[in-house]
T-cell receptor, first 119, second 114 residues
Framework: AQTVTQSQPEMSVQEAETVTLSCTYD???????LFWYKQPPSRQMILVIR??????QNATENRFSVNFQKAAKSFSLKISDSQLGDTAMYFC????????????????FGQGTILTVHP | EPEVTQTPSHQVTQMGQEVILRCVPI?????FYWYRQILGQKVEFLVS????????KSEIFDDQFSVERPDGSNFTLKIRSTKLEDSAMYFC????????????FGPGTRLTVT
């Protein structure tokens, strides 16, 4: 079974600064996907960024980037130039890939980190 | 932009009663999921559904739970006899294709069992 751990229950950052959210996971799988989801106070979860485990290059999406360390089973999210709208709960999630190259769709989530961006 | 909708936003029920939580996935999506989040705990996978059958289910998804796609638009989660520990936020999600493709989440239904 897979487990995902987010060790920072809460983080805060000043607007325009950079913040890094930590995530570690445990799995015996070699092929999988990792995700960061954002859940704003309105509570609808949205995908922030996705990383395929077979890719060595770290994923980036505008101000969001990840530091994926497969051997260490670490997957941190860096938010640059933080904005007030980044205030949300952030979830790290894991998805197993099947032998056929697809996956079953089941997401395993971490506990979440509440990020507050201060003006 | 298309979105997943869920009704009701909040449901209060008495222990032992049946509840049906409703979801309308994005119209061209083929894969559907239910997750739940007990207050202060992790979001947990319950079940995935494709082609009118369950693809995968978790240990939580016991005989008290069932899912159905009664028509071309709705996807429902039924809890037959609710228990206090079923109190949670229930999220529906859908994806166009299986797995790595983005799962779009609904806003959730808060279920309170008294």
């Amino acid at each position: 079974a897979q487990t995902v751990t987010q060790s920072q229950p809460e983080m805060s950052v000043q607007e325009a600064e950079t913040v890094t959210l930590s995530c570690t996971y445990d799995t015996s799988e070699n092929n999988y996907y990792l995700f960061w989801y954002k859940q704003p106070p309105s509570r609808q979860m949205i995908l922030v960024i996705r990383q395929e485990a077979y890719k060595q290059q770290n994923a980036t999406e505008n101000r969001f980037s990840v530091n994926f360390q497969k051997a260490a089973k670490s997957f941190s999210l860096k938010i640059s130039d933080s904005q007030l709208g980044d205030t949300a709960m952030y979830f790290c999630a894991f998805m197993k890939q099947s032998a056929g190259g697809t996956s079953y769709g089941k997401l395993t989530f971490g506990q979440g980190t509440i990020l507050t961006v201060h003006p | 932009e298309p979105e997943v909708t869920q009704t009701p936003s909040h449901q209060v029920t008495q222990m032992g009663q049946e509840v049906i939580l409703r979801c309308v996935p994005i119209s061209n999506h083929l894969y559907f999921y239910w997750y739940r989040q007990i207050l202060g705990q992790k979001v947990e996978f319950l079940v995935s559904f494709y082609n009118n059958e369950i693809s995968e289910k978790s240990e939580i998804f016991d005989d008290q739970f069932s899912v159905e796609r009664p028509d071309g638009s709705n996807f429902t989660l039924k809890i037959r006899s609710t228990k206090l520990e079923d109190s949670a936020m229930y999220f529906c999600a859908s994806s166009e294709l299986l797995g790595v493709y983005e799962q779009y989440f609904g806003p959730g239904t808060r279920l309170t069992v008294t």
